[in-house]
């Protein structure tokens, strides 16, 4: 049985992080469509986010473009995070600061490693 590695189990995860998260946004349940106009974003934004989260979901799957999805990926949560920080919104800054986090680790980890 093959060994499967961290360094290639943590990518996936975090694609699918952001494709859960992607149909979040582009579907936007009035709750997330009203907190995206709480904090001041035109109406069609989570569109936007939505799509630079599936775009990094995307890229987070082949080995090749792993590091940019990790740095798209990670640029879609520090922009979340800030968002909630600057609200004073805390507790809704642990999960972007996680997955910041983890996009950090996945594109330190792929820096080179292009096949």
């Known amino acids: 049985m093959p060994k499967i590695s961290w360094r290639d189990v943590l990518p996936f995860a975090l694609?699918?992080?952001f494709v859960v998260g992607s149909l979040s946004n582009i579907v936007a349940p009035g709750?997330?469509?009203e907190e995206y106009l709480k904090w001041g974003y035109p109406p069609w934004f989570h569109f936007f986010t939505g799509t630079?989260?599936?775009t990094a979901a995307i890229?987070?799957?082949r080995k090749r473009t792993r590091l940019s999805g990790a740095l798209l990926g990670g640029t879609?949560?520090?922009a979340a995070l800030a968002t909630v920080v600057i609200r004073g919104e805390y507790a809704h800054?642990?999960?972007p600061f996680v997955v910041a986090t983890l996009s950090l680790v996945v594109g330190w980890i792929s820096r080179g490693r292009e096949e």
């Open 52 to 54: 630079m989260e599936l």
């Open 59 to 61: 890229l987070l799957f």
């Open 76 to 78: 879609a949560m520090f």
């Open 31 to 33: 709750s997330i469509y």
């Open 93 to 95: 800054a642990v999960a």
């Open 15 to 17: 694609a699918v992080f």
